[in-house]
């Protein structure tokens, strides 16, 4: 849980910083939760994710926790775009 909390909270401060806009809100489907669109929060809670699967993984498990951690945040990525 601490992991996917200071996951959000890194991608928030990113939001300021980067300060990205979203396209036109005459494009919109649904109404975004703020005006920031980089860094996605999706992937965010995906690495997070990933992250705290590879930490919790024993040693035997930990190769395979982080194939299948980098291609699920990679893809959730390609998916946000």
Not at 46 to 51: H, S, V
């Given at each position: ?14 939001k ?21 669109s ?44």
């Amino acid at each position: 849980m601490l992991l996917i909390s200071g996951g959000m909270a890194l991608t928030f401060a990113a939001k300021l910083a980067i300060h990205e806009h979203r396209p036109p809100q005459r494009l919109w489907v649904i109404p975004p939760d703020n005006a920031e669109s980089f860094l996605s929060g999706h992937t965010a809670i995906a690495t997070a994710l990933a992250l705290t699967a590879i930490i919790l993984a024993g040693r035997r498990w930990r190769l395979p926790a982080v194939a299948l951690g980098a291609v699920f945040a990679m893809g959730t990525g390609f998916a946000r775009i």
